[in-house]
């Protein structure tokens, strides 16, 4: 069973986009353009998405999410790369970026 990613709700919220390029995100896009969630499954499970003729999953690696801390002054962005890194199962590659 595949399951979604879950949020720690009381220490961040999360925004999810698919408008901008991972590079081009700034931090003055990040906090006036991109509508944050608390909802534990707010970044959902949609990152990667079934490939039915390799039989493996794949990363939407233009679905990028910005993770910001509700108590500090910081907000990262990030995207997956692979659903699994080298091969091995259940080891999502990503990457992020502080943006402030």
Same mark, same amino acid.
């Not at 069973?1 to 590079?23: L, R, Y």
């Not at 679905?63 to 659903?83: C, P």
């Given at each position: 069973m595949v399951k979604g990613i *879950?949020?720690?709700t009381s220490k961040i919220v999360? %925004?999810?986009d698919?408008?901008?390029k991972f590079? %081009?995100?700034?931090p003055t896009y990040a906090n006036e353009k991109c509508k944050y969630s608390s909802? !534990?499954? %707010?970044?959902? &499970?949609d990152w990667k998405v079934y490939n039915f003729t390799?039989?493996? &999953?794949n990363a !939407?690696? &233009?679905v990028n999410y910005m993770i910001k801390d509700k108590h500090e002054d910081f907000t990262y962005k990030l995207r997956f790369l692979d659903f699994n890194d080298n091969g091995i199962k259940g080891t999502p590659k *990503?990457? &992020?970026?502080l943006l402030k």
């Amino acid at each position: 069973m595949v399951k979604g990613i *879950f949020i720690n709700t009381s220490k961040i919220v999360v %925004a999810v986009d698919s408008n901008q390029k991972f590079e %081009a995100i700034t931090p003055t896009y990040a906090n006036e353009k991109c509508k944050y969630s608390s909802e !534990r499954d %707010a970044m959902g &499970y949609d990152w990667k998405v079934y490939n039915f003729t390799t039989g493996q &999953y794949n990363a !939407r690696t &233009y679905v990028n999410y910005m993770i910001k801390d509700k108590h500090e002054d910081f907000t990262y962005k990030l995207r997956f790369l692979d659903f699994n890194d080298n091969g091995i199962k259940g080891t999502p590659k *990503f990457e &992020y970026v502080l943006l402030k």
